[in-house]
Structure formats: structure tokens, C-alpha cells
């Protein structure tokens, strides 16, 4: 991953495990209901770039459709 694009992946990870955990949803809960493991939920809420390469844009609308939130907002940074 591109060095500086390692604070947009951080602020992805977070918002979308703040807006999963305000929705009552478990990582394996969001991770059944988009179809991708477990394993890559928490690999990108916890900003693992060593792990995780990217997140395609089909796999960012499942997540903001999930959880009813539009995609923009898991790339505000307050």
C-alpha cells in the first residue's frame, strides 16, 4: 500500500466498525451478510494494510448498504 494512503485506510477501518457497532452488528454478522470472512472484517477494521490490499468498491457499497450508511460517510475524517 501506497504510504500515503495509509490514513484513509485507517479512517475506512474505523468508521466501519464504528457504524457496524452502532447497528448491534457482529464482524461475523456483516461478514455473512456481504459474503467475505470474518477474517477480512477485522483484517480491515483493524487497518492491517500488511494484510489486506484493498477493498474493491463493490465490497464498500455491500458494507455501506448493510449498514445504512451511505458510502461517503466511511471516509469522513472528523
Same mark, same amino acid.
Given at each position: 500500500?501506497?504510504?500515503?494512503?495509509?490514513? *484513509?485506510?485507517?479512517?475506512?477501518?474505523?468508521?466501519?466498525?464504528?457504524?457496524? *457497532?452502532?447497528?448491534?452488528?457482529?464482524?461475523?454478522?456483516?461478514?455473512?451478510?456481504?459474503?467475505?470472512?470474518?477474517? +477480512?472484517?477485522s483484517q480491515v477494521e483493524?487497518?492491517?494494510?500488511?494484510?489486506? *490490499?484493498?477493498?474493491?468498491?463493490?465490497?464498500l457499497f455491500m458494507i455501506?448498504? *448493510?449498514?445504512?450508511?451511505?458510502?461517503?460517510?466511511? +471516509?469522513?475524517e472528523d
Amino acid at each position: 500500500m501506497r504510504e500515503d494512503y495509509r490514513q *484513509k485506510y485507517r479512517v475506512l477501518g474505523l468508521r466501519i466498525a464504528y457504524y457496524r *457497532k452502532l447497528r448491534g452488528l457482529t464482524q461475523e454478522q456483516l461478514a455473512e451478510a456481504i459474503g467475505r470472512s470474518v477474517s +477480512f472484517i477485522s483484517q480491515v477494521e483493524a487497518n492491517n494494510s500488511l494484510t489486506v *490490499k484493498g477493498v474493491s468498491l463493490e465490497t464498500l457499497f455491500m458494507i455501506s448498504e *448493510k449498514l445504512s450508511v451511505p458510502a461517503s460517510k466511511l +471516509f469522513e475524517e472528523d
